[in-house]
């Protein structure tokens, strides 16, 4: 079998060798009825990792953001997001669905939202308007690049959702990232928000799982809210066991995919025809246009496949993602077959 390197997202990763054993030798029970010991665990961990109260281990990323959103929002009010966020724009409009919210986003620069702005859009109390409830951070932002919301900005939009009672929600699917590339602690990072969502099987290699933190009140009313969603699992610390080992050996190895990252963005710079903006390559994710082939993208991603290198069409740029699963190796297979795609 030929090799593929590929690039789609870190959600491809498979689970390490130490993740197999960890589920050999999982110690299990009901979940549902709260007494499975590895989830309780992990759920612990997080918790403490993030400094909250309690964590809920949840089944994905979007069903770890909906039942924050749903935990802060009643039906018809409103929450503030930024245009690229995946909650507005890649959870199947589940917010209007499950919790009954609807968005109002605003366009930030690299995912960066303005507190100023962000603080004008707040509705006044009036018979005639949906109630703001929420505004929500993406950290580091998928859409934007990987890019990293500052800490002085989730700072300061802390402070407008505090100073006008609103709640304020973090999609930290990859906020490990953030923490890597900057050093920052990740309690630091979680500080200001009410709840916060962390992916375990994207860079972190788990096959599933995410975990919502928040405060004891909102993760036991979450726990009722994925119950009503279909999440409760039943034996889930096998999955759980995966979680362990992603929260105790996974996380400082993002450092590798951030310098792959980089590595492959400058190799891609170099290539004709092809712009990337350096300064969003931030931690493992890579935008990079070609202006005027737009229309050829299929094709030239099928050509590219059929040199064992997979990558993704997304809004007319093409988006490759490092993580465990494609080494330094892969990266300099990659950039070889771009460079004869291109032609
Ligand atoms: C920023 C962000 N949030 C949430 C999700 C949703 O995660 P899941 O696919 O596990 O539902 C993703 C998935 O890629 C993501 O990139």
Request: glycine share 10%.
């Amino acid at each position: 079998m030929t090799r593929v390197s590929d690039f789609r997202s870190d959600t491809v990763t498979r689970p390490t060798a130490e993740m197999y054993e960890a589920m050999a030798r999982a110690e299990l029970g009901d979940d549902v009825l709260g007494d499975d010991p590895t989830v309780n665990r992990l759920e612990a961990l997080a918790a403490d990792m993030l400094g909250k109260e309690a964590g809920l281990f949840v089944t994905s990323g979007t069903q770890g953001n909906q039942i924050g959103i749903a935990l802060h929002c009643k039906r018809g009010d409103e929450l503030i997001c930024e245009f690229g966020a995946h909650t507005y724009n890649n959870e199947s409009g589940a917010m209007v669905v499950i919790a009954g919210a609807q968005p109002r986003p605003v366009k930030g620069k690299a995912g960066v939202m303005d507190p100023a702005e962000v603080e004008s859009l707040i509705r006044p109390t009036n018979i005639h308007n949906p109630r703001t409830a929420l505004i929500t951070v993406e950290n580091t932002h998928n859409g934007a690049g990987g890019t990293i919301v500052p800490l002085e900005n989730v700072r300061a939009l802390g402070e407008v959702a505090r100073r006008h009672k609103l709640k304020f929600h973090l999609d930290g699917a990859r906020l490990w990232n953030a923490h890597v590339a900057t050093g920052i602690s990740l309690k630091d990072w979680c500080r200001d928000f009410d709840t916060v969502s962390v992916c375990l099987s994207k860079g972190l290699c788990s096959p599933a799982g995410s975990i919502l933190v928040g405060s004891r009140a909102d993760i036991e009313r979450g726990r009722y809210l994925r119950k009503q969603l279909g999440g409760g699992m039943r034996q889930a610390g096998i999955l759980a066991a995966c979680g362990l080992v992603s929260l105790t050996k996974m996380v400082s190895r993002l450092a590798e995919d951030h310098r792959n990252a980089r590595t492959l963005a400058q190799g891609l710079a170099k290539l004709p025809g092809v712009t990337v903006d350096l300064a969003t390559v931030q931690t493992n994710i890579v935008f990079f246009a070609l202006p005027n082939r737009e229309k050829e993208l299929p094709q030239l991603l099928a050509r590219l496949s059929d040199k064992g290198v997979l990558a993704l069409a997304l809004g007319g740029r093409v988006r490759m993602v490092t993580h465990h699963d494609v080494s330094h190796e892969d990266v300099a297979l990659a950039l070889d077959a771009w460079k004869s795609v291109i032609g």
